[in-house]
C-alpha cells in the first residue's frame, strides 16, 4: 500500500518515514512533488487538510499532511501557525529563533511554558469522487530555553526543552538523538493517534 506524504520540509519527510516504519512498515510513503496549495487555513487542522487534500486530488493516492508549530503561553498561542514565517516571509529557522527569544528576553523561567503541536490530516479518496477525511493532534509540552544549544533536528529544536527530564541533566530537542526525539515528539504522538486510522487503508 502506497501513501503520500505532502510536505516539502525534508526535515518531516525523514521524521515520517521512521515514524511510519516503527508502526506500519509494509506502507510505503512517497515525497509529494506536485503544485504546493496556499495554506490560508486559520488553524493547523484546516492547513493539513489543504495540504492533504491537495495531495490525494493530484495523485490519487491516500495523503498524509502535518501542519505543525510551536505555541508560547505568554504570547498567546503564537507564532503558531505562524512558526515558519514567523521572522518573515522566507523560511529562515535562525531567524525566527532569534525573534522568539527576543520577544522572551524579559520572561524569567516559571513563564517561559510552551508546546509543540503536530497536527495530522489524512485524506482517502474513495469511488465516484467520494473522500474521506480524518484528522489526528498530538501535543508535546515544554519550555523555552534562553540560549539556542544543540545541532540536531530543525526549526524552534534548538530553544525547546521538553517536559519530563531530569532537572539537573535537561538539554534542548536539538540535543537529543533523532530517534529520542521520533519516540517523544509532537508529530510521534499524533501518530499514536493516526495508526487506527491508517488500519482502514
Ligand atoms: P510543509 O508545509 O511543506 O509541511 P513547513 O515547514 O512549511 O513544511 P508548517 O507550515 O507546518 O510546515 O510549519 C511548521 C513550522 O513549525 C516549521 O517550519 C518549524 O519552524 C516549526 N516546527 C514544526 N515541527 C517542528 C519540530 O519538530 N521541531 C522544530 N520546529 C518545528
Redesign the pocket.
Known sequence: QQIVL????L??VA?FQSIVASVRPDLQVLAYDGP?PI?DGVS?AE?ALI?ARAAAAHTGLPAL??????CVDVLGGA?G?F??Y?AGHA?D?SA?LALLLDQLSDIADPHRTAQ?H?TIALVIPGPEGAVDERVVEGVWPGRLAHVAAGGG?????PV?IPDGQRFDAETT?AEWTAEA?NEA???ARAFVALAVHLEDL
Do not use: C, L, M, Q
Open positions: 505532502a510536505t516539502h520540509n526535515h518531516k521524521e504546493e495554506e493547523f492547513n495540504k499532511a502535518d501542519d505543525s508549530g510551536i507564532p501557525i512558526s515558519a514567523w523560511k529557522a525566527n509543540f503536530s533536528g530543525f526549526g524552534y529544536d525547546f530537542v526525539k515528539s509532537h508529530r
